[in-house]
T-cell receptor, first 115, second 109 residues
Framework: GAGVSQSPRYKVTKRGQDVALRCDPI?????LYWYRQALGQGPEFLTYFNYEAQQDKSGLPNDRFSAERPEGSISTLTIQRTEQRDSAMYRCASRKTGGLNSPLHFGNGTRLTVT | TQLLEQSPQFLSIQEGENLTVYCNSS?????LQWYRQEPGEGPVLLVTVVTGGEVKKLKRLTFQFGDARKDSSLHITAAQPGDTGLYLCAGERLAQFYFGTGTSLTVIP
């Protein structure tokens, strides 16, 4: 497809379960970013990759959160032992290069609800 | 931690009015981007400003990057209902993008 694809679009899970959120970036895009966004607010950085290498994971809230991009394309954000406070919109964005005029292209997000 | 503060947080105006949204930080950024987000969708880039003092125009939208590359403004002339949405600034530093707190704009016909 032409854009960034995220799946599932909606995920409802029970507290304590693990969830895996998938991001399929635009083909050929070098960088991939994960954000979390509360309603009506700006996205909050979680982590990002260049190719398969995780460059910065300082935004991950705690060690229950992890991400990987093993072949430098599709990425998975995993949340273990989910808690209600993990409920949010999780957004993925990809970027073609590291140049100053290279924008982020966002997916439509995964809405996670932990009950 | 939000490095970029936007003001106002909410703005409701009549069609045809002008408005300005501010994006402020104490940090220096290599570039600053403005995005617009509609309900149920991801943010979409409007413009990137790179040079301190730079002004860019996109139809009725005027973007300015502060001289010290710490702040920016977005001015909309003669707002239209189609301008309704969440406006986000994002500062880039060391390949990371720090998003602002967001400004929710509603233009009433």
């Amino acid at each position: 497809g032409a854009g960034v694809s995220q799946s599932p679009r909606y995920k409802v899970t029970k507290r304590g379960q693990d969830v895996a959120l998938r991001c399929d970036p635009i083909s050929g895009h070098v960088s991939l970013y994960w954000y979390r966004q509360a309603l009506g607010q700006g996205p909050e950085f979680l982590t990002y990759f260049n190719y398969e290498a995780q460059q910065d994971k300082s935004g991950l809230p705690n060690d229950r959160f992890s991400a990987e991009r093993p072949e430098g394309s599709i990425s998975t954000l995993t949340i273990q032992r989910t808690e209600q406070r993990d409920s949010a919109m999780y957004r993925c964005a990809s970027r073609k290069t590291g140049g100053l005029n290279s924008p982020l292209h966002f997916g439509n997000g995964t809405r996670l609800t932990v009950t | 931690t939000q490095l970029l503060e936007q003001s106002p947080q909410f703005l409701s105006i009549q069609e045809g009015e002008n408005l300005t949204v501010y994006c402020n930080s104490s940090s220096v950024f290599s570039s600053l981007q403005w995005y617009r987000q509609e309900p149920g969708e991801g943010p979409v880039l409007l413009v990137t400003v790179v040079t301190g003092g730079e002004v860019k125009k996109l139809k009725r939208l005027t973007f300015q990057f502060g001289d010290a590359r710490k702040d920016s403004s977005l001015h909309i002339t003669a707002a239209q209902p189609g301008d309704t949405g969440l406006y986000l600034c994002a500062g880039e530093r060391l390949a990371q993008f720090y998003f602002g707190t967001g400004t929710s704009l509603t233009v009433i016909p």
